[in-house]
């Protein structure tokens, strides 16, 4: 069991920039580590994720503008989250994933607002 502390978020101005992060109550080093966002009345929707080895993918509306990173040392992944807009507001979701054996785990979000 992985336990997701998600932390960060809040009140922003449009233009401006966040860094969410993610802590887990184990070691991360063997997972896929992603965020997903949701905002209201839409799906959840992948915003970002990084690969044990270092290799990230992103949401292809959000490339350039946010920055998904790990530090397996200290059981944490972050999003930099820059040039925000309203179209940002979101609640945002820490994951982690194996394939073997095949476990998902989410945290419990943590809100982000972007209104002047």
């Known amino acids: 069991q992985v336990q997701l502390v998600e932390s960060g978020g809040g009140l922003v101005q449009p233009g401006g920039s966040l860094r969410l992060s993610c802590a887990a109550s184990?070691?991360?080093?063997?997972?896929?580590m992603g965020w997903y966002r949701q905002a209201p009345g839409k799906p959840r929707e992948l915003v970002a994720t990084?690969?044990?080895?270092?290799?990230?993918n992103y949401a292809d509306s959000l490339k350039g503008r946010f920055s998904i990173s790990r530090d397996n040392a200290k059981n944490t992944v972050y999003l930099q989250m820059n040039s925000l807009n309203a179209e940002d507001t979101a609640i945002y979701y820490c994951?982690?994933?194996?394939?073997?054996?095949?476990?998902?785990?989410w945290g419990q979000g943590t809100q982000v607002t972007v209104s002047s």
């Open positions: 994951n982690a994933r194996t394939t073997v054996p095949n476990v998902t785990y």
């Open positions: 990084c690969a044990p080895g270092g290799t990230t």
């Open positions: 184990t070691s991360i080093f063997r997972y896929v």
